[in-house]
T-cell receptor, first 113, second 110 residues
Framework: KAGVTQTPRYLIKTRGQQVTLSCSPI?????VSWYQQTPGQGLQFLFE???????NKGNFPGRFSGRQFSNSRSEMNVSTLELGDSALYLC????????????FGQGTRLTVV | GIQVEQSPPDLILQEGANSTLRCNFS?????LQWFHQNPWGQLINLFY???GTKQNGRLSATTVATERYSLLYISSSQTTDSGVYFC????????????FGKGTKLTVNP
């Protein structure tokens, strides 16, 4: 079966713009979580969605937001982009919040110039 | 908060050598996963191993939950094993889905 699909794979944006990233989980998986990877901070948890509701959020400013649709697909949005938002954004899917085994997509590499 | 520490941070091997990567975690674990990050950035699942021992080909992993550590063994390493290996701890009902260590960068030379 298909894995986790993230689009787009690469993005270049200008400071101040906003960006939307998409993640389609494995069929049957209903929990989607997002992570930011940077050389300085490593892999950090952004948020998790289940049943179209945000369950928890990491230590990120309000410029980072997300949502989940009824088909479990999820989007994350970053507004008023800063240079420091340049990172690899990874999405993971799990069966549900209780089952924490996670499977990752290929990521979206965002560059802010 | 939850802390995950990996060692060593860097490891350089000759092809054919064996290696052991360690992951220490700070809390009672519901989920301990090992990943290999490929050159394109994707995290590839190696093991989901909250406790016990599992093997998959040349790779095996052991988690001793009571002592809060996990080991990843790579035998007869190949150049394709190069990359960064991450362990991640998941706490059911925790504030974060997964907490990652900083990774071990493995370089296997021919």
């Amino acid at each position: 079966k298909a894995g986790v699909t993230q689009t787009p794979r690469y993005l270049i944006k200008t400071r101040g713009q906003q960006v939307t990233l998409s993640c389609s989980p494995i069929s049957g998986h209903r929990s989607v979580s997002w992570y930011q990877q940077t050389p300085g901070q490593g892999l950090q948890f952004l948020f998790e969605y289940f049943s179209e509701t945000q369950r928890n959020k990491g230590n990120f400013p309000g410029r980072f937001s997300g949502r989940q649709f009824s088909n479990s697909r999820s989007e994350m949005n970053v507004s008023t982009l800063e240079l420091g938002d340049s990172a690899l954004y990874l999405c993971a899917s799990s069966l549900d919040p209780v089952n924490t085994e996670a499977f990752f997509g290929q990521g979206t590499r965002l560059t802010v110039v | 908060g939850i802390q995950v520490e990996q060692s060593p941070p860097d490891l350089i091997l000759q092809e054919g050598a064996n290696s052991t990567l360690r992951c220490n975690f700070s809390d009672s674990v519901n989920n301990l996963q090992w990943f290999h990050q490929n050159p394109w950035g994707q995290l590839i699942n190696l093991f989901y191993i909250p406790s016990g021992t599992k093997q998959n080909g040349r790779l095996s992993a052991t988690t001793v939950a009571t002592e809060r550590y996990s080991l990843l063994y790579i035998s007869s390493s190949q150049t394709t094993d190069s990359g960064v290996y991450f362990c991640a701890e998941g706490i059911q009902g925790g504030s974060e889905k997964l907490v990652f260590g900083k990774g071990t960068k493995l370089t296997v030379n021919p």
